[in-house]
């Protein structure tokens, strides 16, 4: 089975404060994704990454950057934490033929204060 | 730009009926997949289904069924005899046409299905 592995299951970080949530997956996915999820809106793209390196801007990019160093780990870093950023963040991966589906980690309830 | 509808924010539903989950969709592309995820109050999210745009019949796994209209624009799920443990949120997502860097989805913005005993 496919694991996706959110470094945090529950974080509360202050404002202002440099966040980063790790996420690994085990199964050589090319393709990892950053979501965040509010009530009612669903899940909206932050960030996605096809390749070691390589990253692409999603829906809702702002005061978001992330980090792909390496093929298994795909980082979400919040530069300077605001309020507006408390939320359900969800990584997933998926291998690189567009017809399966993406495999999600089990999310990071991120709160700051 | 596509965009997913799910117009029903929440639903109940008596345990052992079957229920419909509306999904509608707009895209101008003509390659397109369409996915259902189940995510119950544990928070993980939990591939049911998925549906191609060029797949002529309806997709079917276990007690999920996807009604594919496409003139419609519509990829409504069917779940048959439902269960307490299909208690959740369910969500309708759309993906990208195919192209090199990678395939992203769209996601709406989810039904919450309760199963009553």
């Known amino acids: 089975d496919v694991k996706v592995t959110q470094s945090s299951r529950y974080l509360v970080k202050r404002t202002g404060e440099k966040v980063f949530l790790e996420c690994v997956q085990d199964?050589?996915?090319?393709?990892m994704f950053w979501y965040r999820q509010d009530p009612g809106l669903g899940l909206r793209l932050i960030y996605f990454?096809?390749?070691?390196?390589?990253?692409e801007k999603g829906d809702i990019p702002e005061g978001y950057s992330v980090s792909r160093e390496k093929k298994e780990r795909f980082s979400l870093i919040l530069e300077s934490a605001s309020t507006n950023q408390t939320s359900m963040y969800l990584c997933?991966?998926?291998?690189?033929?567009?017809?399966?589906?993406?495999?999600f980690g089990d999310g990071t309830r991120l709160s700051i204060l | 730009a596509q965009k997913i509808t799910q117009t029903q924010p929440g639903m109940f539903v008596q345990e052992k009926e079957a229920v419909t989950l509306d999904c509608t969709y707009d895209?101008?592309?003509?390659?397109?997949?369409l996915f259902w995820y189940k995510q119950p109050s544990s928070g993980e999210m939990i591939f049911l289904i998925y549906?191609?745009?060029?797949?002529?019949q309806n997709a079917t796994e276990g007690r999920y069924s996807l009604n594919f209209q496409k003139a419609r624009k519509s990829a409504n799920l069917v779940i048959s005899a439902s269960q307490l443990g299909d208690s959740a949120m369910y969500f309708c997502?759309?993906?990208?046409?195919?192209?090199?860097?990678?395939?992203?989805?769209?996601f709406g913005g989810g039904t919450r299905v309760l199963v009553k005993p």
């Open positions: 990454s096809y390749d070691v390196k390589m990253k």
């Open positions: 895209t101008s592309d003509q390659s397109y997949g």
């Open positions: 997933a991966s998926r291998p690189k033929w567009s017809n399966q589906p993406q495999h």
């Open positions: 997502a759309m993906r990208d046409p195919i192209k090199a860097a990678g395939n992203k989805l769209t």
């Open positions: 549906q191609g745009s060029y797949d002529e």
């Open positions: 199964m050589d996915h090319e393709n």
